[in-house]
């Protein structure tokens, strides 16, 4: 909160709701909790959020793009690995954030799990930032002859995303405990994938 102002911003809300959610977890945690931590009235935050879910989601949002959008973004912007390394790059990077997410910072993950059924927007906006991060990387792969051509790029994007999906959609989580042996089926399906769009 601004001290000086007296004005509760979006942000302190969301700093105080994602330190709330990790104290109590997204099931039991109520707006009066996070108000409590800003040492406000539950109704200053309805102010900024209707209620409990769209509070949620905003910090699953926040919490998407900090931790798996912004290092993937990184990684994009590799100008020496080949398109064929980088796309597997990407993946790998995308699957060891989500499981580490799922071992190491599980009330996060847990809500992240939760509001993937339920904000079908929010989802549908971070499948769609994917996987055009993804057309990024199957266009250079086709202008350097690395790729296979294809009449529309998005259609190779979403389908590697899908095929992929068990490794790191969090619905698959329960399977992720042994790394060893999803790593290796990884491995097994990434070579499947390769085959089909990869000029030998």
Same mark, same amino acid.
């Given at each position: ?8 911003? *979006?942000? &302190? ?6 330190? /709330?959610? *990790? ?8 707006? /009066?909790?996070? %108000?409590? !931590? ?10 900024? $959020? ?6 949620? @989601? ?7 793009? @900090? ?42 993950? !847990?809500?992240?799990?939760?509001? /993937?059924?339920? %904000? ?11 996987? @055009? ?13 690395? $790729? ?12 590697? $995303?899908?095929?992929? =999906?068990?490794?790191?959609h969090p619905s698959h =989580? ?6 060893k042996r999803i790593r290796?089926? $990884? !491995? ?6 390769? &085959? ?5």
């Open positions: 909160m601004d001290k000086k102002s007296g004005i509760l911003s *979006r942000k &302190d809300i969301l700093d105080a709701a994602e330190k /709330t959610l *990790r104290r109590y977890g997204p099931k039991k945690t109520s707006v /009066t909790d996070v %108000a409590k !931590e800003l040492n406000m009235s539950h109704g200053s935050i309805y102010r900024h $959020f209707p209620n409990k879910s769209a509070l949620k @989601e905003a910090v699953t949002e926040r919490w998407l793009e @900090e931790e798996i959008m912004i290092p993937l973004r990184k990684l994009l912007k590799s100008e020496e690995t080949s398109p064929n390394h980088l796309l597997k790059d990407f993946f790998l990077k995308l699957t060891s954030l989500k499981q580490n997410h799922a071992k190491n910072d599980e009330e996060m993950f !847990e809500m992240y799990a939760e509001v /993937t059924g339920e %904000a079908t927007e929010l989802i549908t906006n971070h499948v769609n930032c994917t996987i @055009e991060m993804l057309n990024q990387i199957i266009e250079k792969g086709i202008n350097l002859n690395v $790729f296979k051509p294809v009449a529309d790029k998005e259609v190779i994007s979403r389908s590697i $995303f899908y095929a992929t =999906a068990r490794f790191h =989580a329960y399977e992720w405990k042994n790394s290796e089926e $990884f !491995e097994q399906v990434w070579d499947l994938i390769q &085959d089909g769009f990869t000029i030998k």
